[in-house]
């Protein structure tokens, strides 16, 4: 069974469907499929950490590059909040995991694309300037701070 589940995933979890609905638990490649259930648990935690990067890099440049706004940070933001509560919801065992990812995905977010000349990532606080709640907050808005002339 191993054998097939690198050979061809695809049919391998048909088997494995088959084999589960049918109550064959001796033709379950368990090792495999332990791996394949973590995983999902991992994928959910990757999704919600790579959200919440793209929501605080765009309030950051919301709050602090207020001379260059656009649409698409605030669509941008309103997105990465709507996916985050959809896997919370289909997840509630994760609802903590935003706030426990919270400082790591803000220091992600600071750092990136510092190449870009329109994202002054220097103006961006050294920890994160929100509450968990605050950026997930559909309501929430960062008041803009305006660069000293």
């Not at 870009?116 to 606080?125: A, I, S």
């Not at 050294?126 to 960062?142: F, G, K, M, N, V």
Request: aromatic share 10%; with cysteine.
């Amino acid at each position: 069974m191993s054998s097939l589940y690198d050979a061809d995933f695809n049919r391998w979890t048909l088997e494995q469907t088959a084999a589960l609905r049918a109550g064959r638990f001796q033709d379950l490649d368990l090792e495999n499929l332990a791996e394949e259930i973590e995983g999902l648990s991992k994928s959910d935690k990757r999704a919600i950490k790579s959200q919440l990067v793209r929501l605080l890099f765009h309030l950051l440049k919301l709050r602090f590059q207020p001379d260059q706004p656009s649409a698409s940070w605030r669509n941008s933001v309103q997105d990465a909040r709507f996916a985050i509560a959809s896997i919370i919801e289909d997840s509630p065992s994760l609802r903590n995991y935003p706030a426990e990812s919270l400082e790591a995905a803000y220091q992600k977010a600071r750092d990136k694309d510092p190449e870009n000349p329109t994202v002054d990532t220097r103006r961006f606080p050294a920890s994160c300037p929100w509450t968990i709640a605050q950026a997930l907050d559909e309501r929430y808005w960062p008041e803009a701070v305006r660069a000293e002339s």
